[in-house]
């Protein structure tokens, strides 16, 4: 019997490794610091280890240890504790602000799971911080003396928590390795991203995240030397380090960081020889969009290191390479995390040195240039100017109030309306690189985006500048100031202004009638653009009025103005037709298998925390079961739906937009619509001779050409758009373009969508222009296929519309320049009428 049970157990823990099977040999340790596998009942790689875990166990240590001081530094949008636990010795954690400080203490930041089904990282944190904490390696103990190692035990608490409670829910109790068991295999949207589905290794930068918000602070606050980020990246892959491929970092990035890169990697190649892993570190991976923990760093010098280990995701798989097992990750990555500390220790000097000149060589390089400094115009709206100015300020850049006007690049800044910001400052390389606009690059392979212009991103007219100009620190001109009338008629809010599409829906859940007009509006002195909305001044009572308008002013800066008649200055009165009653919006989005959780998590976040709109989230597989009457707006994110969506569902769908519904798709949900909800009868398509006999010409021209193996990689950059801004001509007079007022604006392109053009002349509002280029990297291939392409189609279909979008507005909830077209999408797509007149008839009419 006996027999018979350990033969059971065996499989069980084939696995699970011992404590020494992690650990260097020959070390000691403090008998009274109890060692991970045995405070938390399980050895380590066994199964994932929980957030929940992770957080007891820290509290344990920094409770049971005078060289170890936990923070909790933050919380995520579900109420997980962000922690940041400091290991140093017994003085230096006793004087830990004044340590912060001090310019003689080296501070290693290992962090560790930003994606959380990457978790060999975190479950790696606890062994590292327990080693530091009671080895009694003499060397060890040495580093500490002047050293402050901070660890960060988990980037990504939420998404950590989505996978471990999945796999761990799905490991059978024997070993499964088949790589398509569940417990490989996770559901949609699967745990690499946060709460709202973000990639938090894409928002360092952004900061559009409470993350990542609360994680730089501490980084502005330590200002690392050296930064660890851990990742886990394909199962048949070994495991990478930095310095990654030359060519491809990102070229504010100093020679001397690569050779401090390579010098801490000597030591992790020799800890990985050690043990007999294998390795790589100069392919694959760049080091070129500052968004990322490993590039955030090296551009205010600090070294960034990227770690990634090939993953074992349920915890032990079979890969073309071998099997893969957590436990063996846990140790690549806790050696790797030691390394560092031996590594930067080895090179102190030199790496504290580069440090502390850094930011004085930035700026003594600056100089030598023909660019002082940037002006950003935000007098098209304070509230963003505010948030611009918050935004500067998080990454530590110093950012004025322009004092007196100033004309540059044909622009004309006013004082008080723009913001400048000096190339004389200390973060004057992340400054650079948040106004970079360059084209052409030395090599033109990216993992990331190629650009990431912030003035562009967000819809502001910039300049550089050549010379100094006239600033002070006074932004009370930023603030919005109203005046409230007694007995007013009406009050018109400025569309313009503000969180203007927060303020219209918190109006229309106080069941206040609100009307949104069609045209600008002249009335009573007041000019306010179309899109603006109205109440009455009857609605409430006078002190309930106040009130409300108090909340609209406080909470989302919106300029309003009361009125005293309906009559008109010039244009239409208040009672006009065009002037019509809103509806609150239910709007329901499509999530799920097949549908980019990326974009369909910009979305959610856009209208959950900008515009506070409930927005339902409904699985494509339940569609057959949905009643779309019960919804106002339906939004197809980027995805492939030609599986999930029937063709019962699809006929659902066209007739709920002909009685009045409106269909939103973004890029290939988009095409969707295009290809299926719109596509004309197959039998009355002419086939073109001239355009099929050409068709056949390129193909044989493409069977007949050769090129060379090696040249494929260069090839293929050709042929992806991984993330440029293209320059785009908007139609300002139409809906979905009201409350912007650049004709000129700029959107960020990634993927392979390109939109039809319309066959009705009035209905493509935005559209790329010729150029095409604004920053970043497009082909010649790209450039050809995206010239005077449609980027927004809006079309009518009875009494509803089809509104498409070739790109994402909200891309990463970061584009707030075109974020707009999207809201008006919900809020004015009512305002589209119908314009049926066919381009002859159109170009007849213009001649």
Known sequence: MKKLLLLLILPVIAWAEPLEFFLPKGDMYNATLPSPDTYLGQQLGDRHLRHDQLVSYFKFLSAGSDQAQLVQYGETNEGRPLL???????????????????????????????????????????????????????????????????????????????????????????????????????????????????????????????????????????????????????????????????????????????????????????????????????????????????????????????????????????SSNGERSLARGIRNQFLTALSTVKGSVANRKAIMDYKDSFYDKAKAQAAKGNTSGYLVDVSDNKYRGKQLVAFLESHQIEVKNLAANRSAGGHTFKKNQALYMSLNQKQTTLLQSLFNTDTSFNDNTFYDVSSWNLAMAWGLPFAKLNSNVESNTDFSSLNVSNQYRKNALAYVFDWHSGNAPAALHYLTQLDIPVRITAKPLHVDGVKVPAGSFMIEGGAQSEDQLFSTLSTVTDAFSVKWYPINTSLADSGVDLGSPQVQQIKQPKVMMVVGNGVDAYQAGSLWHLFDTQVYLPLTKVHSHQLNRIQFSEYSHIILPNGQYNSSINKKTQAALKAWVQTGGTLIGLQKGAQFIENKLQAKDEKSKEKDPKKAAKKEDKATKKESERLNYADYEKHQAERVLGGAIVSADADLTHPLAFGTKNSTQYALMKGSSVLKASDNPFATPLQITEEVRAAGFVSDHWQEKLKNKPLVVAEKSGRGQYIKFGFNPNFRSFWKGTQNWLINAVFQSKLIRSTNLSKEEAEESHH
């Open 84 to 318: 940041l636990m400091a290991i140093s010795s017994k003085s230096n954690i006793a004087n830990l602000d004044q340590v912060k400080k001090d310019p003689k203490i080296l501070k290693i930041w290992n962090g560790f799971s930003v994606h959380g089904n990457e978790s060999s990282g975190s479950n790696a944190s606890v062994l590292y911080a327990w080693y530091l904490l009671a080895t009694n390696n003499a060397e060890v103990q040495k580093y500490l003396e002047d050293t402050v190692v901070l660890v960060d035990p988990s980037f990504n608490p939420d998404g950590l928590s989505r996978f471990t409670t999945y796999v761990n829910n799905t490991r059978s109790v024997t070993t499964v390795t088949d790589p398509n068991d569940m417990s490989h295999n996770e559901l949609w949207p699967a745990g690499r991203t946060n709460h709202y589905w973000f990639d938090l290794n894409r928002d360092w930068l952004l900061l559009t995240q409470t993350e990542s918000k609360a994680r730089v602070a501490q980084f502005q606050a330590w200002q690392p030397h050296v930064l660890t980020d851990h990742h886990e990246m394909g199962t048949s892959s070994s495991f990478f380090f930095q310095p990654g491929v030359p060519s491809r970092k990102n070229p504010k990035i100093t020679e001397e960081n690569a050779v401090l890169t390579a010098k801490i990697a000597e030591h992790h190649a020799k800890a990985l020889d050690e043990i007999g892993q294998t390795y790589y570190s100069k392919e694959g991976f760049d080091d070129f969009y500052p968004g990322k923990g490993s590039t955030y760093p090296d551009l205010q010098g600090s070294i960034g290191i990227l770690f990634e280990q090939a993953r074992a995701q349920g915890g032990v798989i079979e």
